[in-house]
């Protein structure tokens, strides 16, 4: 039975207690109080799969008989946050299931699909779809073929890359890659390109894709300073569980040589815990070499409803620096509160903590009180500044690596946008106890395409830094 998009309301409200599913013209009143249900849901909160399936259309029909529906022009199926969108589709209101023979994109919170052949059932979660392309958080996937699970998304003879051009400058094959959005990616018999060169392949190959891990990085970077001279850096890592991998941070510097990092990572719901080996450096260029260090870290957690969070992290291993070595033993319990809107394009960010570091070397205890703010202004669609205050009550430790700088310290930034290729910086670190400029750096920041140049010159070390990679979007 085959009846106009206006007429509709009556007769698929009637199948909504049956299977879940009304059609473009119910009641707008209804329609409206499901959004804002869906709105106002955390990220925490589970969808309701009993929560009705809304199909719009121009042309609907549907047979009360065996449950089919026919929908065309401008279709739109929805439950909760799965919504496809297509010209022509068919399914059935007794399965909850549906097909797409032509084009149709799926779309899923930070996920957004366009392929063909599309088969979905909106209550098991499950289906596929052919000829794939996409973006997938930041990652644009494609595929011959899509499968699509309540958990993850696995493509067949498919590529990866965060480049959006047509013709990508780098990017990832692989025979499979399976995707837990949000979490992680896992990539069998896997390819790296740059243009049209494999540089490496790998038969398994995993990278987290947690918001605030992008630095692992499965392409080369490049990079230079006055102290290590030229470097070559690049990131491997290798599943050997389902939540363990080993992985391996390999760093070559032509006047300091080959500082590689190896370890495993066992990443769990609310932790991770890491064993590692290998050469660090921080942001003052200090050497040191762990021996190794075990360490776990606990996850970001809200303290109740409050727009309080807090990490933790505790860790314990053997350093081994230029003239002593030592049994470093560290836990940092840091609070930080929501960013915070004060006006117009002006935000505040607030932080604070304690640092706990025992040292076996001279049987040393250091507790390190931190507190951190930071304004950030927008001026323009071309300008932001940013001002921050650090303050820490100890700086002296058996090893200058990681050791803050300064007692309290101002730093005064600000960025320029010359146009959509370049950028330039200027940014001051003051100290504030002993009245001086501790550092002046400017900086000019270069997209070339799916690249990203860094070149930093400190003035007050007069010092140059170089820094090649790909964008990390």
């Not at 009641?27 to 199909?55: F, Y």
């Not at 299931?97 to 366009?114: C, H, R, S, Y």
């Not at 959006?164 to 390819?191: F, L, Q, T």
């Amino acid at each position: 039975m085959q009846i106009k998009k206006l007429m509709v309301c009556a007769s698929v409200l009637m199948l909504v207690s049956s299977a879940s599913m009304v059609g473009q013209a119910a009641d707008q009143e209804g329609h409206e109080a499901d959004h804002a249900k869906d709105k106002s849901k955390t990220t925490d909160t589970k969808p309701d799969k009993k929560a009705p399936i809304v199909i719009e259309a121009d042309n609907l029909s549907f047979s009360d008989e065996t449950g089919d529906v026919f929908a065309q022009g401008n279709v739109v199926v929805k439950q909760n946050t799965d919504t496809i969108l297509t010209d022509a589709m068919r399914g059935n209101q007794k399965t909850t299931e549906v097909w797409v023979d032509g084009k149709a994109t799926l779309q899923q919170p930070g996920t957004n699909l366009v392929g063909t052949h599309t088969h979905y059932n909106y209550t098991t979660k499950i289906g596929n779809m052919q000829e794939m392309k996409g973006l997938v958080g930041r990652d644009y996937v494609s595929g011959d073929n899509m499968e699509l699970f309540p958990d993850k998304l696995v493509a067949h003879d498919a590529t990866s890359t965060r480049c959006p051009a047509k013709v990508p400058d780098y990017h990832m094959s692989a025979e499979r890659i399976e995707i837990w959005p949000g979490d992680k990616m896992v990539a069998y018999n896997a390819k790296f390109w740059i243009k049209n060169m494999v540089i490496y392949s790998m038969p398994k190959y995993q990278t987290s894709i947690k918001k605030g891990e992008e630095d692992h990085n499965a392409f080369p970077r490049i990079g230079y300073n006055n102290s290590d001279g030229l470097a070559i850096k690049q990131n491997f890592e290798y599943p050997i569980g389902n939540n363990v991998a080993a992985y391996a941070d390999l760093k070559y510097y032509s006047k300091t040589g080959f500082k590689p990092v190896f370890g495993l990572i066992d990443r769990e719901k609310n932790y991770a815990a890491t064993l590692e080996q290998g050469y660090y450096q921080d942001s003052d260029d200090n050497w040191i070499k762990k021996e190794p260090e075990a360490k776990i870290d606990f996850l970001k957690h809200r303290l109740g409803n409050s727009p309080v969070s807090y990490i933790f992290n505790v860790s314990y291993g053997k350093w081994v620096g230029e003239d002593k070595t030592s049994w470093h033993q560290e836990e940092n319990l840091y609070f930080s509160h929501d960013k915070i809107n004060l006006g117009k394009d002006l935000s505040l960010n607030l932080g604070t903590g304690i640092q706990r570091i025992h040292e076996s070397f001279d049987d040393s205890t250091i507790n390190n009180f931190k507190f951190d703010a930071a304004l950030t202004k927008q001026w323009s669609p071309k300008w932001i500044a940013t001002s921050e205050y650090h303050y820490n009550d100890k700086t002296l430790s058996v090893f200058n690596y990681g050791a803050p700088d300064m007692i309290r310290e101002l730093d005064l930034g600000v960025i320029y946008k010359i146009d959509n290729m370049n950028k330039f910086g200027i940014r001051q670190r003051y100290d504030l106890d002993n009245d001086r400029v501790y550092d002046l750096d400017y900086t000019w920041y270069r997209s070339l395409h799916c690249w990203q140049a860094e070149i930093t010159y400190r003035e007050k070390r007069n010092e140059l830094k170089v820094n090649l990679s790909t964008t990390r979007w």
